[in-house]
């Protein structure tokens, strides 16, 4: 089974704060994916890699960034907290086959993150 | 533009009925692929069917169906005999050929299972 791993399911920080993410899969799968989810929007995709040290600009990357050093991991960074950015963020993964179209993402089990 | 839509934001159903789940998308791209997630109060987002846009047949995971109207862009979901545990939040998403393996998300319907 795929297992997509985020480091903390709840975490609590304070406006200014530099804020990491943590993201591990361990299917080796070339594609790895954040997104925040709010009530009545649905999921939306902040940065999205496609590979090592590879990342593009999802629909709301303003006020993130991302780190892809490894294959396995993906890091979510919030430069400078606002309370705005109160989410729940979820990590996905999947892999790129030839017929990409059929692979699904794989999910973490969220991380709920407060800021206050 | 590429769009995904589910139209029903809550749903309630007694305990063993089916139930369908609307989701009508918008795409023009000739190839595409559609998925269904379900997500518990606990979280997790957890894949539940798959359907390619060149199937020619509805895709089947157990109790679940999809109902699959390539003419009219729909993509409902069909779960039968409804179980409590089934009571969560359902996205449809879909991927289209040329979009690089992002996915487009609906908003997403609540369904909750009546005992």
């Known amino acids: 089974d795929v297992k997509v791993t985020q480091s903390s399911r709840y975490l609590v920080k304070r406006t200014g704060e530099k804020v990491f993410l943590e993201c591990v899969q361990d299917?080796?799968?070339?594609?790895m994916f954040w997104y925040r989810q709010d009530p009545g929007l649905g999921l939306r995709l902040i940065y999205f890699?496609?590979?090592?040290?590879?990342?593009e600009k999802g629909d709301i990357p303003e006020g993130y960034s991302v780190s892809r050093e490894k294959k396995e991991r993906f890091s979510l960074i919030l430069e400078s907290a606002s309370t705005n950015q109160t989410s729940m963020y979820l990590c996905a993964s999947s892999h790129r086959g030839h017929r990409e179209s059929n692979q699904p993402q794989h999910f973490g089990d969220g991380t709920r993150l407060s800021i206050l | 533009a590429q769009k995904i839509t589910q139209t029903q934001p809550g749903m309630f159903v007694q305990e063993k009925e089916a139930v369908t789940l609307d989701c009508t998308y918008d795409?023009?791209?000739?190839?595409?692929?559609l998925f269904w997630y379900k997500q518990p109060s606990s979280g997790e987002m957890i894949f539940l069917i798959y359907q390619g846009s060149y199937d020619q047949q509805n895709a089947t995971e157990g109790r679940y169906s999809l109902n699959f109207q390539k003419a009219r862009k729909s993509a409902n979901l069909v779960i039968s005999a409804s179980q409590l545990g089934d009571s969560a939040m359902y996205f449809c998403a879909m991927r289209p050929y040329s979009s690089a393996s992002k996915i487009i998300f609906g908003s997403g319907t609540r369904l909750s299972i009546r005992p």
């Open positions: 299917m080796d799968h070339e594609n």
């Open positions: 795409t023009s791209d000739p190839s595409y692929g």
């Open positions: 890699s496609y590979d090592v040290k590879m990342k």
